[in-house]
């Protein structure tokens, strides 16, 4: 069984949005159009898979309009024989002028039988706008997995 939960937090100039998923086989697709202009756009995914749960996530974000700042950060925990494939996309049209966008995956692995595969990608049809991206899969030693456990 997969639980999601999702949480939006909306202030003046910033939405922050938030998803938490465990669990299960699924794909899973999120699509946001960013259209506000000097507005803040946060999201946060965060994942934990156990035993042979297999997770395909694509992420999807579309910049609209000029001075729009958004950041995007996936963290994803794997038990066991689970897997992940995470595809990014931050999409900056000819208006996103003045855009800032960062893609951050980060994804640990705490079993040998875990896997996982994270490519983000960045289009940018524009200039004048700061765009990066950043993917970390990593893995504990048997100590460090036997010192969390104690």
């Given at each position: 069984?997969?639980?999601?939960?999702?949480?939006?937090?909306?202030?003046?100039?910033?939405?922050?949005?938030?998803?938490?998923?465990?669990?299960?086989?699924d794909t899973i697709k999120i699509n946001?159009?960013?259209?506000?202009?000097?507005?803040?756009?946060?999201?946060?995914?965060?994942?934990?898979?156990?035993?042979?749960?297999?997770?395909?996530?694509?992420?999807?974000?579309?910049?609209?309009?000029?001075?729009?700042?958004?950041?995007?950060?996936?963290?994803?925990?794997?038990?066991?024989?689970?897997?992940?494939?995470h595809t990014g996309l931050i999409k900056?049209?000819?208006?996103?002028?003045?855009?800032?966008?960062?893609?951050?995956?980060?994804?640990?692995?705490?079993?040998?039988?875990?896997?996982?595969?994270?490519?983000?990608n960045l289009e940018i049809e524009t200039?004048?706008?700061?765009?990066?991206?950043?993917?970390?899969?990593?893995?504990?030693?048997?100590?460090?997995?036997?010192?969390?456990?104690?």
């Amino acid at each position: 069984m997969q639980n999601k939960l999702f949480i939006t937090h909306e202030t003046s100039k910033k939405i922050q949005y938030i998803q938490i998923i465990t669990g299960n086989s699924d794909t899973i697709k999120i699509n946001k159009i960013l259209t506000k202009p000097t507005y803040v756009y946060e999201t946060y995914l965060f994942i934990i898979l156990n035993n042979n749960d297999k997770i395909n996530i694509e992420t999807n974000f579309f910049i609209n309009n000029k001075n729009i700042k958004a950041d995007i950060f996936l963290k994803a925990v794997l038990f066991n024989k689970s897997s992940l494939v995470h595809t990014g996309l931050i999409k900056i049209s000819k208006k996103g002028t003045l855009a800032k966008a960062y893609l951050s995956s980060k994804i640990l692995l705490l079993s040998h039988e875990a896997k996982a595969i994270s490519q983000p990608n960045l289009e940018i049809e524009t200039n004048d706008v700061q765009a990066s991206h950043g993917s970390a899969i990593g893995t504990l030693n048997d100590e460090e997995i036997f010192y969390l456990n104690t």
